[in-house]
């Protein structure tokens, strides 16, 4: 059964800097897909980058040159590096791991608070 485990969140202030990061288990193959979305009170659930195993990448404009994404294909772990943060960046981020054709595995999420 795979399970994916986020870890890094928590609280910090306006221009500070986190690290997230999602370890995936029980599973051999890397997948074609690892990403990270967020969800803020009241908001849907949107996505913020994914990285495609060839090592493609897309970002939500709004975290365009402040966050960087990269994973670890041969442990399939996905992180997420977060500078400038925010309050708008306030949220719970999710990871998210795909195979070609197959549904979507998530995790449980972790809580950024960016307060101003």
């Known amino acids: 059964q795979v399970q994916l485990v986020e870890s890094g969140g928590g609280l910090v202030q306006t221009g500070g800097s986190l690290r997230l990061s999602c370890a995936a288990s029980?599973?051999?193959?890397?997948?074609?897909?690892m990403g990270w979305y967020r969800q803020a009170p009241g908001k849907q659930r949107e996505l913020v980058a994914v990285m495609r195993s060839s090592g493609t990448t897309n970002y939500a404009d709004s975290v365009k040159g402040r966050f960087t994404i990269s994973r670890d294909n041969a442990e399939n772990t996905v992180y997420l590096q977060m500078n400038s943060l925010e309050p708008e960046d306030t949220a719970v981020y999710y990871c998210?791991?795909?195979?070609?054709?197959?549904?979507?595995?998530w995790g449980q999420g972790t809580q950024v608070t960016v307060s101003s």
């Open positions: 998210n791991a795909r195979y070609a054709g197959f549904s979507d595995y």
């Open positions: 029980g599973t051999k193959f890397s997948f074609t897909i």
